[in-house]
Structure formats: C-alpha cells, structure tokens
Nanobody
Framework: QVQLVESGGGLVQAGGSLKLSCAAS????????MAWFRQAPGKEREFVAA???????DYVDSVKGRFTIARDNAKNTVYLQMNSLKPDDTAVYYC??????????????????WGQGTQVTVSS
C-alpha cells in the first residue's frame, strides 16, 4: 500500500508561482514512478508530469518550460514547481504512484495509487 498526501495548492494571479508537494508513505513508495495529473471542471483528468526514482522526467507540452517535477527520495516526497501560471492551469492537481517499475507512463490507468487532490486556481 502507498498513501499519498498533496499540499501547496491555492489561489494565485496569472504569471505567479506555486509549489505543490506530495508526501508518500508505504513500503514501495521509495521506488515508485511518481506523477502529477490535473482535472479541470467538466474535463477528463490529464497527465502533467512524471518522474522515475532515478529522476528521468516527462512533461506534457503545455507545461514544458514552466513546470518542474522533482523528488527527494530520502523524504519520499515529490514536488511540482509551477511558474508563469495561466488561468488554463486551474484544476485539481493529483499526485499518483506507479509501483510496477515499467516505462514511465502518461495514462491514468498505469498508476496504482492516488492522492486526494489539491486545488490550484489561477486568476486572470
């Protein structure tokens, strides 16, 4: 079992920054691939970024150059630094863990555990 708890969401003006954190616990959390997804009202949950234990990363094109995913394996925590935020970034952001050790994935079905989500609202 892996438990994931997100924090760091909030309200920010366009052009501002936020840093999300996801604390993971559980026996397999340390070696899991970790990812951030987001879901805006009326839309499907979408991939944002992912990182392997060895810090190989992947980003959706819409956030490249603005968002950075990172992890601290000693703290079992993954971060999402979000800069130059846009109103289109408004969504509930979810942390997810893939414990299967396969290739880094973008599909929601590849992830075994999910956090409860944290709201990010970007005002124009």
């Amino acid at each position: 079992q892996v438990q994931l708890v997100e924090s760091g969401g909030g309200l920010v003006q366009a052009g501002g920054s936020l840093k999300l954190s996801c604390a993971a616990s559980g026996r397999t959390a340390t070696n899991a691939h970790m990812a951030w997804f987001r879901q805006a009202p009326g839309k499907e949950r979408e991939f944002v970024a992912a990182i392997t234990r060895n810090t190989i990363t992947d980003y959706v094109d819409s956030v490249k150059g603005r968002f950075t995913i990172a992890r601290d394996n000693a703290k079992n925590t993954v971060y999402l630094q979000m800069n130059s935020l846009k109103p289109d970034d408004t969504a509930v952001y979810y942390c997810a863990a893939d414990i299967t050790w396969g290739p880094l994935q973008r599909a929601t079905r590849a992830y075994d555990y999910w956090g409860q989500g944290t709201q990010v609202t970007v005002s124009s």
